[in-house]
């Protein structure tokens, strides 16, 4: 008796423990300009998950059917980005005909992309002086979003924040510490600079409408001169150049079609001995 009661204790523990299935925990949202991945713990053992997207009303779309894995990139389910999402992770079985009870779920936290998704490091896409080296215009390139227009383009994120999003400059001497700045809800910024002088600068996004998340990474920094002499010289130096080589160019060829001449006469009078 006792062996069996063992064996049959031992085979109630292995069915327990080959149907136990654990919950989601530690749900959390990870979104960059619109890309947005949830994620959760722990790994599975014995069963997967799937994941469900909602917005406030809306049905429950699937997502990350039968997964193993802890994470789902559901941005294509948040493409109204002013709703309120909630992702639900459960914790399911393939082959489920035995499994008689609701399988466990665990809801995130609410997420609206307009309110939470990162803004990215934004790229300084250019830069140039006034004719008068007196002002510095900087043109700041916006990143792009996963979400597409009808022609299948993808938006930016100017296209989903429009004027709500603005840029910051910030500038310095480049041999000074000091630090100045100027906003805008352009693209292009116009800041007013010493003539003769380097400036180093970089650009950081603001959403200013949010409580969070108001503001992106910065840029990386540029330097640069404002100082016109300098690329005067270099322009006149690589004439100067051009010129000298054009000139070597044609002494070279005037001493090649003198030596030709030279040598036609001399095999003519060969000829003539011949």
Known sequence: MTVVKLL????????????????????????????????????????????????????????????????????????????????????????AEDFTEEFPYTDSPPFVPYEQTIIGKPVIDSYNFSKDDTKLTVIIKDPFTPYRFSNGSFKSIREIFNNDLKYTVFYRRASSTGKKQETSSSNEIVINVDQGESYCFYVQATIPSRSQNRDSQVSDEKCTTSNKNELDVTVLVAVIISVVLIVLIVIALSVMLCKRKRAKPDKASDNDML
Not at 18 to 24: C, D, N, V
Not at 32 to 61: D, H, M, S
């Open 8 to 95: 049959l204790m031992s085979l109630s523990f292995s069915t327990a423990e080959t149907t136990s299935i654990g919950k989601a925990v530690n749900v959390k949202w990870s979104s960059i300009n619109g890309k947005t991945i949830i994620e959760w713990e722990p790994k599975p053992t014995n069963y997967t998950y799937t994941v469900e997207v909602a917005g406030e009303g809306a049905n429950w779309k699937r997502k990350c059917i039968h997964i193993t894995a802890t994470e789902c990139d559901v941005t294509d389910l948040l493409e109204n980005v002013k709703d309120k999402y909630t992702a639900r992770i459960i914790s399911d079985v393939q082959d």
